[in-house]
């Protein structure tokens, strides 16, 4: 019984054996797989794969059959002796005449993982043949068709205007969209707004500033003229058919305020910052360029297509057009390729890619690799959902759990920006790239300094000219100048040619700076593997780039460039369905303070649908035939009637649409943080308006790449000046505090969708804030300036803040409260407390509902 249950123990012993072999195997590939072929990806195959022009030294590190065989050398690995292997020794430095790669050695652990993987027997996945399989190219995923069927990703059509019962109440087919869900819902239409509340409304919408009490007067003496001219009573008087309305729009779109107003809202997108936040929160010392960029660029309205492909591209554009062969446009519209014509418009191109280049970054990252990949993973996402709505981040590590994206699309798109150079250099501090932007002063500069290195190399030349003479003279006729002729000089010209060198020293050392900008280059033409649940140590297949399958894209990549040009051309295109609708949401919610689709950066399935899915798409299909005009955007809704309905609401509206998502009447919207600081500088008469109040470098006490602060200092950023919010500091992690309590967005992501809280501290701010304060005394130096009597003072100030008479209630209360607030001064000076209570009253108005709320 013994002997036969030995016997029948052999079997299973061997069978052991073996599975613990099949396991050494199994985990010695593993292994490989999850640190030596991406190391020898990043670090080997440019010049030792089958992708390299000429494999140098005639050696291959792509497969087994290329290591064993080697090079002109040998063999490169001798499997289980890292002492004896050439690829081991060459990457250890340990030979003067045969170190790789050639221009930065491997880290330590590099070098201890690669001695690892020949030690074990340089395990690697084999095919039949026993060679190492190579990644190969996935196939692109079949096409989705139940995913297309979403409705962000239809193609849009444009719908016509639906008939309405009520055909007198319409101005424009957007009024016909609205009208036609509240009808179906048994509701009406709020009444039309008085015409102070749409100034202020409109003013305030397309400026951030509220109106002035002139502006305010004239606009409704230019309404009672036409309404006059037109007849009394007649319909006409209605607010959208008066021209006086129109010209306002018109008006209010020419300032320059209007794109400080807009540019800003883009700026949440595109999560602008002045730092970097995380682990080192450096200065993003030229960051504001984009930002006065993208300003620009609202006040010109220049096409919202070209502003995209500038923004993902603009370092492509080139004098013949945007780099793509005019026979793969397709017949698109001609401003998107056209030429760059000037220098201006060169930098301004090259700026615009600091949309790539804004995102917060772990500068410290020990792992090179992560981090390289962790800033294009933030790449691929911000731009998933500024310009398409879409969580595009998501597959990183694993199919998208509900939208039709999967891991092989994100590393095909990832792709694209892996051949992209963002970084200068990924050594800790790591840097980011900057692209030069020499101006008509950086030149003149330059012209100015080699005229002083040509001066001070000139004065070198003939002292060195006439020491040489000198010198000849004391050797005598006949003599040849020694090998090094200053060795013999005198002492004093020894002294003065050393002098002369320093002095020149000292003028190059002191050579101009040429502008830059932040930004991104062309890098290197790469496809990637796929990288098992996210991580860079462990790759699958490879995904060559390309679009995500489901958006059906079918514009090719040339294999010799990145495809950001290929891939900003299908953005700003007609053909792609989410653009359009995006932006066109992006500008609705920016005027009704939500989105015809709610989830403003969110177009796919955890996303909500459109409450109205006809007009947007109307929008979106007029908003590409009017040219990508943001500025006819604007027009087309403020024009409708829809825009201009008071806040009244009915009890039907309130039992039926209680959130107004039928837009049964105009929401009240509390201002955002940057409009309430500068309408309290505005109306104070204390912000700074004029060229040298805006624009430029929003951080100057350090300098670019410097910290603002670290784990020992405080962060000396400073608020106090008096321009307009949007050219002050965006630092992460550190935001300013009057900012961080009226819900100033998390710059360290995209955010098109703003919240709105209403909490104790944003009051405790109002009434004890230092800006508050001086803003309240300023106004009231300014009332107590003005001719009149305090009655007159007090209409002042309520037409100032409010756009509107106060009545003879809040007149007589208004007094009350100045005798009150003065009695404290009472036998003391009584200008001081005159003033006093003055500032008081101002402060009280300043900081009540109706002075930061629209209606």
Not at 4 to 30: H, Q, Y
Request: hydrophobic share 40%; aromatic share 8%; net charge neutral.
């Amino acid at each position: 019984m013994r002997t036969r249950a030995w016997l029948i123990s052999i079997p299973c012993v061997l069978c052991f054996a073996a599975t613990l072999s099949e396991a050494a195997d199994a985990d010695g590939v593993r292994f490989f797989e999850s640190y030596i072929r991406p190391l020898l990806v990043d670090r080997c195959y440019e010049c030792h794969a089958e992708g390299a022009k000429k494999a140098k030294g005639g050696l291959r590190l792509d497969s087994a059959e290329g290591w064993t065989r080697g090079g002109e050398s040998g063999p490169a690995i001798t499997p289980g002796k890292p002492e004896a292997s050439l690829l081991v020794k060459a990457v250890s430095y340990t030979d003067s005449d045969l170190r790789m790669p050639p221009k930065q050695r491997l880290t330590d652990r590099e070098i201890k993982l690669l001695e690892e993987w020949v030690k074990r027997g340089a395990p690697h996945p084999k095919d039949a043949a026993g060679t190492a399989t190579k990644p190969e190219p996935v196939k692109p995923p079949a096409i989705d068709v139940a995913g297309r069927e979403h409705w962000s990703f239809k193609p849009i059509n444009e719908p016509a205007a639906p008939k309405v019962a009520d055909e007198s109440w319409p101005a424009s087919p957007i009024d016909r969209f609205i009208l036609d869900r509240l009808e179906a819902a048994g509701l009406r239409p709020a009444k039309d707004a008085d015409l102070r509340t749409l100034i202020r409304r409109a003013t305030f919408d397309l400026t951030g500033l509220p109106p002035t009490p002139e502006e305010v007067t004239a606009f409704l003496r230019d309404c009672e003229t036409e309404s006059a001219e037109r007849g009394a009573g007649s319909a006409e008087q209605r607010p959208d058919a008066l021209g006086a309305y129109a010209r306002l729009i018109d008006r209010l779109l020419a300032s320059p305020r209007y794109g400080e107003r807009w540019g800003r809202h883009w700026l949440d997108v595109a999560r602008y910052a002045d730092s970097n936040g995380l682990d080192e929160n450096i200065a993003h010392g030229n960051a504001w360029r984009y930002r006065d960029y993208v300003i620009a660029s609202f006040n010109s309205d220049k096409p919202f297509d070209r502003f995209i492909i500038e923004q993902i591209a603009g370092d492509l554009l080139t004098s013949s057009g945007f780099g793509v062969p005019s026979s793969e446009l397709k017949g698109e519209s001609a401003h998107r390729s056209a030429p760059l014509n000037s220098e201006l418009e060169t930098r301004n191109a090259l700026i615009a890619t600091g949309f790539l280049a804004l995102g917060p970054k772990v500068l410290a990252e020990v792992d090179k690799t992560k981090m390289e990949m962790d800033i294009i993973d933030e790449q691929v996402d911000t731009l998933g959902r500024a310009f398409l709505g879409q969580t595009i981040g998501c597959a990183r590590c694993h199919d998208h759990k509900f939208d039709p994206i999967t891991t092989a699309d994100y590393y095909a798109l990832t792709g694209i920006f892996k051949s992209t150079k963002t970084m200068e250099s990924f050594v800790t501090i790591a840097k980011w790239w900057e692209n030069p932007i020499p101006t008509a002063e950086d030149h003149a500069a330059k012209k100015a300094h080699d005229e002083k290195v040509a001066a001070a190399k000139a004065a070198i030349d003939s002292h060195i000219a006439a020491a040489n003479a000198e010198l000849l003279k004391r050797l005598g006729d006949g003599a040849k100048l020694p090998a090094k002729p200053e060795d013999q000089y005198a002492d004093g010209e020894k002294a003065e040619l050393k002098k002369l060198r320093d002095e020149l020293a000292k003028i190059e050392k002191a050579a101009p700076q040429v502008s830059s900008a932040m930004g991104v280059t062309e890098g290197k033409p790469t496809d990637l593997a796929i990288h098992v649940r996210g991580s860079h140590l462990t790759l699958g297949a490879m995904s060559p780039r390309r679009f995500p399958q489901v958006f059906g894209a079918s514009r090719p990549i040339a294999a010799d460039r990145s495809g950001r040009m290929e891939l900003a051309q299908w953005i700003a295109s007609k053909e792609n369905p989410l653009t359009a609708r995006v932006i066109v949401n992006r500008v609705w919610r920016w005027h009704f303070g939500r989105g015809l689709v709610r989830t403003t950066d969110n177009f796919g399935k955890l996303g909500e649908a459109p409450t109205h899915p006809q007009l947007l798409d109307w929008l979106a299909s007029r908003f590409v035939e009017d040219g990508w005009s943001i500025k006819k955007l604007h027009r087309r809704i403020m024009l409708s009637r829809t825009y201009q309905m008071s806040g009244e609401t009915s009890d039907d509206a309130t039992r039926l649409d209680p959130e107004n998502r039928l837009y049964s009447r105009a929401p009240v919207r509390r201002l955002e943080a940057e409009a309430i600081r500068d309408a309290m500088l505005f109306v104070s008469g204390r912000l700074e308006l004029s060229p040298a109040g805006t624009g430029g470098p929003a951080i100057t006490h350090v300098k670019n790449r410097e910290f603002l602060f670290d784990h020992t200092s405080k962060d000396g950023t400073t608020y106090d000046a008096l321009k307009r919010s949007v050219f002050l500091p965006v630092v992460r992690n550190h935001l300013y505090d009057f900012f961080e309590l009226f819900d100033f967005p998390d710059s360290a992501v995209s955010q098109g969708d703003r919240p709105t809280t209403t909490v104790a501290p944003q009051a405790l701010l109002a009434m004890n804030s230092p800006l508050v304060w001086a803003s309240a005394e300023a106004l009231a130096n300014q009332t107590l300036l003005r001719d009149g009597d305090d009655a007159s003072r007090v209409k002042w100030l309520y037409e100032t803040l409010y756009g509107r008479p106060p009545g003879d209630g809040e007149i007589k209360r208004a007094a009350g409260f100045i005798e009150r607030a003065m009695q404290p001064a009472a036998g003391g000076d009584a200008a001081a407390g005159r003033k006093v209570a003055w500032q008081s009253l101002a402060q009280v108005l300043m900081v009540s509902n109706e002075f930061m709320y629209v209606r």
